[in-house]
């Protein structure tokens, strides 16, 4: 488990879809930049699901393939860029997302860009988002087993261009405004 909760003065690749955004006036754009500058501290986002995803992590690592490294961290200082890693094993990324198993799953835009800067990162092409469906007793319960039948497996295609074109020219820009401690533009 990655212990350090401190979001100032790098970038992750959960922090994608704010790196990329178009619009930088919204509230919750000038929060997060407040956060990097290091002028407000993250607001602890605590709910039953995330507290569930996180306790129930390592065990499904372990189910997929229990030599998978986990919590690996790549820091990137040219580009202020700490990526920290679910698990990976012999250069393939396993990032781990829970969801409730009466609901499908989907590899939504903000899971898609995380994995691509993760990628990126990593200097591999290979992530697989491992998808595990909690039933209702597991929100509360972390102590049973992972049963293989609810564990869906996604392969992420590596989007070079997409690195290039859109994330680096906007991860650029902010760094050197993180830097010189102000606001981009």
């Known amino acids: 488990m990655i212990t350090n909760h401190d979001r100032s003065g790098w970038f992750g690749a959960s922090d994608t ?15 997060w930049w407040s956060v990097k500058l290091g002028l407000q501290e ?6 039953e699901a995330i507290a569930a995803g996180t306790a129930w992590e390592h065990k499904i690592l372990d189910a997929v393939n229990p030599a998978i490294r986990k919590d690996h961290q790549i820091c990137i200082e040219k580009y202020r860029l700490r990526v ?5 094993l012999n250069g393939t990324i396993y990032e781990v997302k829970t969801h409730n198993f009466l609901k499908e799953f989907a590899v939504t835009r903000p899971y898609w860009t995380q994995a691509q800067v993760e990628m990126f990162a990593m200097k591999t092409d290979k992530l697989y988002i491992v998808a595990y ?13 992972v049963d293989d039948g609810r564990l869906d497996y996604f392969k992420v295609e ?18 050197r405004a993180l830097r010189k401690g102000r606001f981009p533009g």
């Open 42 to 47: 993250q607001p602890e986002l605590r709910t």
């Open 133 to 145: 469906g909690l039933i209702a007793e597991e929100y509360k319960d972390y102590s049973g087993k």
């Open 158 to 175: 590596y989007d070079r261009g997409w690195i290039q074109k859109e994330y680096l020219p906007n991860l650029k820009e902010l760094c």
């Open 84 to 88: 920290n890693y679910d698990g990976d």
């Open 17 to 31: 879809r704010f790196v990329v955004a178009k619009n930088r006036d919204t509230k919750s754009w000038l929060n």
